[in-house]
């Protein structure tokens, strides 16, 4: 997470200031002291910036928000920037990821089926660089892994498709050229077109097949989606190429669960989790070759309607927020992957997205969707506890959908 503005200042400036007010009166002197110390700590205490898109429409273009917040590095406060929001650049933005460098976020507005780039500035600030269509129809989830970035659509792009008609859904990848979505190199399939259809081999038409979330190993990734005919989950695995993937495992997808939500995979890359919301838990797998294996113990129990998770940098420590409850159920990894629950902490209400400040590892956040706001917590780094952050919750904009986050030079005087 991140706090306050950042406004670069000089140490050397400050002592400066100070000799040169020797003549003043000792009162007019100490209140000057105080000031250029405040000065010099305000500009260098922002850890992280969050971006948080919100779904309702707003404006004359109905376009979603993305509320840029600082995070204070001491106190884990979430504010504003003064120029936030920034408009999402379509409706209805539901998922977010950002390039290595940290240079570019990526926003999927679901109701026009897009994906547009957006320049980070030194200030957190957002800057509308080019906008790429989905290969099909209402985008839900999206990675960036290396070079490229992977959309999950809801729909593959067929003529008959459509809510009233639905279909299954599809994945479809791009490598990033100068941050950019290469499409005069985006992956191509066997068949000769930009996407693969969620299918499973020998299964009747009827199914349909709707992903929910994506997870990057680095040379995998993995979609979480349920047969909403069978009422059944399952991860496809697919193995990146320099411009295809590959279906794992044949083609064939692990079962997982009955309605899975959200999909993460852990620092490592040797085990992907799965959140059930139907069935209020987590399901945990190894990644063995180009197979995953459920490991011992799981499903691990959550609270109702799990609806995101986050583990830490260091692979020790892993949350679930749990939306019909408002809670965060938190959990220790233990060797092999295995998950021990050891707490519970209240957010506002319906969270849907979680994440953990890249800076410092120190902070965690939740976007909670009826509630329109972002919940800030500090983490122990010994027992995994979660404390409010200060001022906790912070106000969004209505319907927070989404969050990612880039960190920002702390330098503390």
């Not at 979330?213 to 193995?239: E, L, M, P, W």
């Amino acid at each position: 997470m991140k706090f306050t503005k950042s406004d670069q200042h000089n140490p050397a400036t400050g002592f400066s200031r100070w000799r040169g007010l020797l003549l003043v009166s000792a009162a007019s002197l100490g209140v000057a002291s105080v000031l250029t110390a405040c000065e010099q700590v305000s500009g260098t205490l922002t850890a992280d910036f969050v971006y948080v898109t919100s779904a309702l429409a707003a404006g004359s273009n109905q376009y979603g928000q993305i509320d840029v917040f600082e995070v204070n590095a001491q106190s884990g406060r979430m504010r504003q920037i003064p120029t936030s929001p920034f408009p999402s650049g379509g409706r209805n933005p539901v998922a977010e990821a950002v390039n290595p460098d940290n240079s570019t976020l990526y926003v999927v507005n679901r109701d026009d089926n897009t994906i547009v780039q957006f320049a980070i500035g030194s200030d957190g600030k957002l800057y509308p660089q080019n906008t790429v269509n989905t290969p099909g129809i209402f985008p839900v989830a999206t990675a960036v892994s290396g070079g490229n970035l992977f959309v999950a659509d809801t729909y593959e792009p067929l003529p008959t498709c459509s809510p009233a008609a639905p279909c299954t859904g599809s994945v479809a990848g791009w490598p990033l050229k100068n941050d950019a979505l290469d499409s005069e190199n985006q992956f191509v399939s066997a068949n000769n077109s930009h996407y693969w259809p969620l299918t499973i081999p020998g299964a009747t038409t009827s199914d349909i097949i709707a992903p929910v979330g994506i997870a990057a190993t680095g040379s995998n990734i993995y979609v979480a989606a349920y047969d909403s005919t069978a009422n059944t989950g399952y991860v496809f695995g697919f193995a990146v190429g320099s411009s295809s993937l590959t279906p794992l495992n044949g083609g064939v997808p692990t079962p997982a669960g009955i309605h899975p939500s959200a999909i993460v995979a852990d620092p490592s890359g040797a085990y992907v989790y799965v959140t059930d919301s139907s069935r209020g838990d987590v399901l945990g797998f190894t990644i063995s070759g180009s197979a995953l294996t459920q490991i011992g113990g799981s499903p691990f129990a959550s609270g109702n309607s799990p609806s995101a998770m986050v583990i830490d940098s260091t692979g020790k420590l892993a949350y679930v927020a749990n939306a019909v409850d408002s809670t965060i159920q938190g959990y220790e990894i233990g060797s092999g992957g295995a998950l021990t629950s050891f707490a519970t902490f209240a957010t506002d209400t319906q969270p849907v997205a979680i994440g953990i400040d890249p800076n410092l590892n120190q902070y965690l956040y939740t976007a909670n969707f009826l509630a329109n706001t972002v919940s800030g917590f500090r983490i122990d780094s010994t027992t995994g506890s979660l404390v409010n952050s200060q001022f906790s919750p912070s106000a969004a904009n209505a319907n927070p959908t989404a969050v990612a986050a880039i960190p920002h030079k702390v330098t503390v005087h």
